[in-house]
């Protein structure tokens, strides 16, 4: 059977990225909200992260795997496509802590000493240290996923060359994936003690393998033919996905279920996805890299500062306080993003374009994905 033609870019796949950061962010501000409950969809937060590495291993591969299995795949060129991506932000957020930690230590705030912890810099500045390399989780902390994230796009050769192989096989494929990741998260916990899912510098490379891997074998499956009554379909999944975190129940069936959500949505073609293809979801979207990685400089400011302004000095805050310094993390993120992430990103690839412009005049737009050709990064 020959595959579909799939859409240049997925938009409800990026509008779901913005969902996963503000999981995310609700969990690390969790603690501040005075009178907060226990939740088990709250505690569950961290699975936004196993949301993000799926989605990383379904959108890499609806860019770059079939170039890669038919041997058009530049690798030096992808790497540096990478970094441009992840790297600028990665930099200005860790100095962005290193400052707001010095200024806080100046003024005779107390900080954790690992935030600013010196022996932990070479690892954060080379994005290794979620590789078991880096002495204690200091700095940008959430950045330990970006570290994993780099892992992941070293090794992508090796998931393209795996999963191009069993690409007649897209249902076989994803049910080896599911079975490894199953069989993974189980022996880690028994040898570790604790979740893979919650691991972070120590095992940060390993714990995004299984997930990126179900994001592969699930592009796999949309190549083959996209889910019938998408919406249905990711209307059930988002719901048992919910279900699953509130219940508290095991992990792995969480990430699996996000896995179904992400097939539901990539299956909505672009004119029928209705406000998830919107300019505002398809925005929020794109800045939930920032969102991500400004949580914690955020909180770092913002509960300091609304501690003093409402006397709080446990930094416990009624539900509007608590609500307004949430809503202004996507206000923070998306200046962020338009005076870091977004022209850092471009000036990077800039160099690139120049340096092969006499090589894009013999060569066709359509020898490369069409994300690149039109200026869209894929997001993952």
């Known amino acids: 059977m020959t595959p579909v033609q799939t859409p240049a870019d997925l938009r409800p796949i990026t509008a779901l990225r913005f969902g996963a950061a503000i999981w995310v962010a609700v969990y690390t501000f969790w603690e501040n909200l005075a009178g907060a409950g226990a939740s088990n969809l709250v505690a569950k937060g961290y699975l936004g992260v196993e949301l993000f590495f799926v989605l990383s291993g379904f959108i890499l591969c609806h860019v770059y795997l079939q170039a890669a299995g038919e041997g058009r795949f530049s690798y030096r060129g992808f790497l540096w496509a990478r970094l441009a991506r992840v790297y600028p932000l990665h930099l200005f957020t860790l100095i962005g802590v290193g400052v707001l930690a010095t200024a806080a230590l100046a003024v005779g705030v107390s900080v954790d000493p690992n935030v600013r912890n010196w022996s932990a810099l070479p690892a954060n500045l080379l994005m290794v240290h979620a590789w078991g390399l880096a002495p204690v989780a200091g700095w940008n902390h959430p950045s330990w996923s970006i570290s994993a994230e780099w892992f992941a796009y070293l090794c992508f050769p090796l998931f393209a060359l795996a999963f191009w192989r069993v690409r007649s096989r897209p249902v076989a494929a994803l049910l080896g994936t599911a079975a490894f990741m199953v069989i993974l998260y189980f022996a880690f916990e028994q040898i570790a003690g604790f979740s893979l899912t919650e691991a972070t510098i120590r095992w940060g490379a390993l714990r995004i393998v299984p997930c990126f891997a179900l994001g592969c074998a699930l592009y796999l499956v949309y190549r083959r033919a996209p889910l019938k009554a998408p919406w249905l379909c990711a209307a059930v999944s988002f719901g048992l996905m919910i279900l699953s975190a509130a219940l508290g129940l095991w992990d792995g069936v969480t990430v699996l279920l996000s896995g179904a959500l992400i097939l539901s949505l990539a299956s909505l073609t672009n004119d029928r996805a209705g406000w998830l293809a919107s300019k505002p979801a398809v925005y929020l979207g794109e800045i939930s890299y920032s969102v991500y990685m400004v949580c914690v400089p955020w909180k770092l400011v913002s509960v300091g500062l609304a501690a003093k302004v409402f006397d709080a000095p446990d930094k416990q805050f009624q539900i509007f306080v ?24 471009k000036a990077l690839r800039g160099l690139t374009e120049k340096r092969s412009f006499g090589a894009s005049k013999t060569r066709p737009h359509g020898d490369m994905p069409k994300q690149l050709a039109t200026g869209r990064d894929p997001v993952a």
């Open 322 to 345: 608590w609500l307004a310094i949430l809503a202004l993390l996507p206000v923070m993120a998306a200046a962020s993003y338009h005076l870091v992430e977004r022209p850092a990103r």
